[in-house]
């Protein structure tokens, strides 16, 4: 299947395009429940016994979860966090989740944030470890007010869009020695009311506003996703999007707490919002494509048209030609 392309939906039941139509019950704990019991949910995913995972936010929340879940299934996990202290903390937490039998997690630490932190990550991950077979990239950050990184990139933009990319390309030789490979983008559901904008990829030229800048690098790291699927398919590595829905995560509590009252009914736990990711780390369907983006385990479109709609080419090609640039820029 071709990067980016949406399967066959014609399988789909309307039960399930309602749900994710609907937003409300479909992003939602009921949504999840009810397709669980739809006739064509997928198998839950084998065992990964063998298989190395590096797990970016792991510390809490979504990420936790989603470590505990790749230990489950016999993995050997990697758990990064940006300081000593969290990554342990990290550790501790995905063996609570993960219960008895579970292989402990690994603590790596990298401040997400600065190029030359990863630059180092990236080249001491490369050198100390055999292979990686799955990189999820989970970390999020939504300041309250305009921050930027310790060289000078506009904080959440640096995040949620530079650092998955350049982990996605420092790590990609590594990724290539345990073909097929796969890559994890975390993303958003808000990411289909943004567009990216021209001449403002950071979103810097306007009034800001942490849901919509959020959001924003979001529906740019889901582009970004398209691209590098692309370009690694003939190397082996798989590149998917996934948004987990609504789930009650420390984020969700610290930065949108009336949203998290008005949905407490309908929230997600963490586990159920790491459930696609954990699946697509290690199911077979997730290397048949690449460059799709999921929710709870089927493909969905990636723009829709009452929403904000696709992006242009043109749009597309500045956004990765400004974050190679990033990337490979000496920092200030």
Request: charged share 25%; glycine share 8%.
């Amino acid at each position: 299947m071709d990067p980016g392309q949406t399967p066959d939906m014609s399988a789909e039941s309307w039960v399930d395009k309602a749900l994710d139509r609907s937003i409300v019950l479909g992003y939602g704990n009921v949504g999840l429940w009810a397709r669980r019991r739809l006739p064509g949910w997928p198998d839950d995913p084998p065992r990964m016994d063998g298989k190395v995972v590096l797990v970016t936010g792991a510390a809490s929340g979504i990420g936790s979860a989603a470590a505990a879940g790749f230990a489950r299934l016999g993995a050997s996990v990697r758990v990064l966090a940006r300081d000593r202290e969290r990554a342990e903390g990290a550790v501790r937490s995905a063996v609570r989740r993960a219960g008895p039998g579970a292989t402990p997690p690994v603590p790596v630490v990298c401040d997400l944030a600065s190029r030359p932190e990863l630059r180092r990550f990236i080249d001491e991950f490369a050198d100390s470890e055999p292979q990686l077979d799955v990189l999820v990239n989970n970390a999020g950050v939504m300041p309250d007010e305009r921050t930027f990184s310790p060289d000078g990139v506009e904080l959440v933009f640096a995040t949620h869009v530079l650092a998955p990319w350049m982990l996605t390309r420092g790590l990609s030789e590594l990724m290539s020695r345990s073909a097929p490979a796969r890559v994890v983008n975390v993303t958003s559901g808000g990411q289909y009311g943004q567009r990216i904008p021209p001449g403002d990829l950071q979103s810097l030229h306007e009034d800001y506003s942490p849901k919509k800048v959020y959001a924003r690098t979001k529906r740019e790291e889901v582009a970004i996703t398209e691209e590098w699927a692309r370009r690694l398919l003939d190397r082996g590595i798989h590149v998917h999007a996934m948004h987990p829905g609504w789930a009650d995560t420390k984020g969700v509590r610290q930065w949108m707490p009336l949203f998290r009252a008005a949905s407490r009914p309908i929230i997600r736990t963490p586990e159920e919002g790491a459930d696609t990711i954990v699946w697509l780390g290690a199911a077979p369907e997730a290397v048949e494509s690449t460059g799709l983006l999921w929710h709870d385990r089927r493909a969905r479109p990636t723009t829709y048209a009452l929403a904000a709609g696709p992006d242009d080419d043109a749009a597309r090609q500045e956004l990765w030609n400004h974050v190679a640039e990033l990337a490979d820029a000496a920092a200030p």
